[in-house]
């Protein structure tokens, strides 16, 4: 039987690989789709959060403005967002998904859930079921840090 503190180092290797393998297909779909990885997270963040400032995007990706502004000026260009100005403060602009945006992260989105359903199918059902409350639970418990 393995100590805590050996199966907590075996767990956070674990949770290290299923990253870099997520961040792998993240790669392979932008790719895929003729943008950048970095664009695809901008992307997914919008979609996630709905409008974002440009501030509020650069603490996301945690990068400098300039950076921020490259990957929305990219995304904006290709017509995936919008860029919209506040009435009260034109200053502060917002940027916005657009449908082709949606559509694009929806695929992807729906792709990844295919993978996983295959991997799911290959498990019986007690097992995928102590597995999404074991992830449930673990990520609830994480969150609170």
């Known amino acids: ?8 180092g ?15 297909q993240k790669n392979f ?4 789709i003729g943008i950048s990885r970095q664009q695809f997270d901008v992307l997914c963040i919008i979609y996630e959060k709905g409008q974002v400032t440009m501030g509020e995007l650069c603490k996301e990706i945690s990068s400098a403005c300039s950076t921020a502004t490259d990957l929305a000026d990219k995304l904006e260009k290709a017509g995936y967002v919008e860029r919209i100005r506040e009435k ?15 559509k694009l992260v929806k695929s992807v989105i729906e792709r990844r ?11 019986d059902q007690e097992d995928r079921m102590k597995m999404i409350s074991f992830f ?3 990520t609830d418990k994480l969150e609170r840090l």
């Open 1 to 8: 039987m393995l100590e805590i503190k050996e199966l907590a």
């Open 10 to 24: 075996h767990l956070d290797n674990l949770l290290q690989r299923i990253s870099n393998s997520t961040h792998k």
């Open 29 to 32: 779909f932008a790719e895929e």
């Open 88 to 102: 009260r403060d034109r200053r502060v602009v917002r940027l916005n998904i657009l449908v082709k945006g949606e």
């Open 113 to 123: 859930a295919e993978t996983l359903r295959q991997i799911l199918e290959t498990f």
């Open 136 to 138: 449930e639970t673990l």
